[in-house]
């Protein structure tokens, strides 16, 4: 059964290093997101992206964030400067179409010292 | 303001006592709902998609239905391997598509 897939599993930084979380969407699917959960708290939108550019952000998702679709299969996540309170578990989710079901990668655990 | 809230926040049953979750929801241009499990340190798997008030899914002890307020989760005959966080997400489209969760309902079943 086709699934997402992200890396690193658990990234460990130091505040105002630049880190960047990848995701490899299933295959056909054409929508891709980022979602952060903090530990103990609800899962938060990030983004949403669709044919190469930002559809939908979130008031969380400011200047430090960054997404590209590098190579065509790869999805990323880029964050310029970290801050502690960056610390969270980010979730990379992909769909066929904009009101499908989203499918969920096991996450990316960044803790930032 | 968009929002989605998920009752009760934690749930324990013995195995065997059938139960429902609930999840509430206030959104403009509501588009779907999703129901995820999502186990410690895990992420959200994929239960049951709904979009219209009257649809019901059904998938093993679990059934989901939806309202035009709020969404059950109807578990029958629950298992200790249900023990999980169970999380519902409404799809709203305001200009763009963005998708909000609830909190979860953690539910513990006892052997």
């Known amino acids: 059964e086709p699934e997402v897939t992200q890396t690193p599993s658990h990234q460990v930084t130091q505040m105002g290093q630049e880190v960047i979380l990848r995701c490899v969407p299933i295959?056909?699917?054409?929508?891709f997101y980022w979602y952060r959960q903090i530990l103990g708290q609800k899962v938060e939108f990030l983004v949403s992206f669709y044919n190469n550019e930002i559809s939908e952000k979130s008031e969380i998702f400011d200047d430090q964030f960054s997404v590209e679709r590098p190579d065509g299969s790869n999805f990323t996540l880029k964050i310029r400067s970290t801050k502690l309170e960056d610390s969270a578990m980010y979730f990379c989710a992909t769909s066929g179409g904009p009101t499908d079901t989203q499918y969920f990668g096991p996450g990316t655990r960044l803790t930032v010292l | 303001e968009d929002q989605v809230t998920q009752s009760p926040e934690a749930l324990r049953l013995q195995e065997g006592e059938s139960s429902s979750l609930n999840c509430s929801y206030t959104?403009?241009?509501?588009?779907?709902l999703f129901w995820y499990r999502q186990d410690p340190g895990k992420g959200p798997e994929f239960l049951f998609t709904?979009?219209?008030a009257g649809e019901e899914k059904e998938k093993e002890r679990l059934k989901a239905t939806l309202t035009k307020k709020e969404s059950f989760l109807h578990i029958t005959a629950p298992k200790p391997e249900d023990s999980a966080t169970y999380l519902c997400?409404?799809?709203?489209?305001?200009?763009?598509?963005?998708?909000?969760f609830g909190a979860g309902t953690r539910l513990f079943v006892k052997a």
């Open positions: 295959s056909n699917h054409l929508y």
């Open positions: 959104v403009s241009g509501l588009r779907g």
């Open positions: 709904l979009y219209s």
């Open positions: 997400a409404v799809q709203a489209y305001t200009g763009g598509f963005k998708t909000i």
